[in-house]
């Protein structure tokens, strides 16, 4: 056999590529995962120690099947790995009554039987005194959904697949994609590959190498930045206060309690800058409002902790709806492809990674995928 042919080769090993990859290498496949950097890494989407993974689901009900099959799915990672994963700290929903993110989270939670608190602002402000809401606001409080570790997340899939015999080459770029119906070259430059089927999932570069496949697809990289601040451990610590969202007036914010003294971080979901992933991004500060936009949040609603520690970068990849992209090519049944995960994609990367490798093995899969089907952009 040529020691250059793979049963499967992964484009991009961040936090969908390598669940992909372990899922394919533990059925059997000799798998090749190919990154450009060397997962996990700051690079693109996956990092900055903390991600929300929340069931009631403020963007819709079809996603809560999924949240529920990923958060099973974290449970045996850390069963497989020894390691802790998932922090249960609770999530704090906060907005206005009557928009969609508030009657989603109802609903859902109505529909599949979830714990869920429906607040008042008093009764919100009486149990968590680090924040002050004004009446205007209710919230949705799910004790059993918390944190997840995301650089963590990819380690231990990557320490899995390796066991598994999966191969990881890092640090090395795509140039050149050639797919037909039996079999796909990948050329890096000074090497090609080859291999009966494909999964590209490389996040804010997915859009350049689906142009290679024939494929264009509305992916628009965004800048998004977020900051660790302050705080009042007896009000923020990770055990007595909870990861949030506030879908507020001014934008939609998240964040997460000081976990370890690490300080309450905060991010904004909506906005941001267009950006061409290869060019260098602008540092957190660079742009006046990066601090000034999460300081005004917590003056208005969190008033006890305002002074920066520090800020980060990241990337999202938008769709036009800020629904996923996972289905086959329309073209070749044997390529999967996982792509513009909108800013809230990292808690069902282990789920999505077990979709790609039943995709990729049988050309379907248990989950319900229809939202999100390649062919509304095509």
């Not at 941001?272 to 005004?296: K, R, T, W, Y």
Request: proline share 4%.
């Amino acid at each position: 056999m040529n020691s250059n042919h793979y049963d499967v080769i992964v484009i991009g090993a961040g936090s969908m590529g390598m669940a992909a990859g372990y899922f394919l290498a533990k059925s059997g496949k000799r798998t090749l995962l190919l990154d450009s950097f060397n997962p996990p890494h700051n690079n693109g989407s996956h990092h900055g120690d903390t991600r929300i993974i929340r069931y009631a689901y403020g963007e819709g009900a079809e996603y809560v099947p999924l949240a529920l099959k990923a958060q099973e799915l974290w449970n045996d990672l850390e069963k497989a790995t020894g390691k802790p994963l998932f922090l249960q700290t609770g999530v704090l929903n906060v907005g206005m009554e009557k928009t969609d993110f508030i009657q989603n989270i109802i609903s859902s939670s109505q529909t599949y039987s979830l714990p869920l608190e429906v607040l008042t602002s008093d009764e919100v402000n009486k149990r968590w005194p680090g924040i002050s809401l004004s009446n205007e606001y209710i919230s949705c409080f799910e004790p059993t959904s918390g944190v997840l570790k995301p650089e963590e997340c990819i380690s231990a899939y990557r320490e899995l697949a390796e066991q598994h015999g999966a191969s990881i080459i890092t640090n090395t770029r795509v140039k050149e994609i050639k797919a037909q119906n039996d079999g796909v070259a990948i050329n890096t430059g000074n090497q090609t590959y080859y291999s009966d089927s494909l999964v590209v999932s490389a996040g804010a570069w997915s859009g350049e190498l689906l142009s290679m496949l024939d494929l264009k697809l509305p992916l628009q990289p965004i800048r998004k930045t977020f900051a660790w601040f302050e705080a009042d451990e007896r009000l923020y610590n990770h055990k007595d206060f909870p990861a949030f969202a506030f879908n507020t007036s001014k934008g939609l914010y998240y964040g997460f309690p000081s976990i370890d003294g690490s300080g309450l971080k905060v991010g904004r979901h909506d906005g941001g800058e267009q950006i061409n992933p290869d060019q260098p991004m602008l540092g957190f500060g660079e742009l006046a409002e990066d601090e000034a936009d999460l300081v005004q949040f917590l003056n208005s609603n969190m008033p006890n902790s305002h002074h920066l520690k520090y800020g980060k970068t990241c990337i999202y990849t938008l769709t036009p709806d800020e629904n996923f992209i996972i289905d086959l090519h329309p073209a070749y049944s044997n390529i999967a492809i996982a792509a513009g995960f909108s800013g809230h994609g990292f808690k069902f990367s282990s789920a999505v990674g077990q979709i790609l490798s039943e995709l990729i093995s049988s050309g379907k899969t248990e989950q319900d995928i229809s939202l999100f089907a390649i062919n509304r952009f095509i």
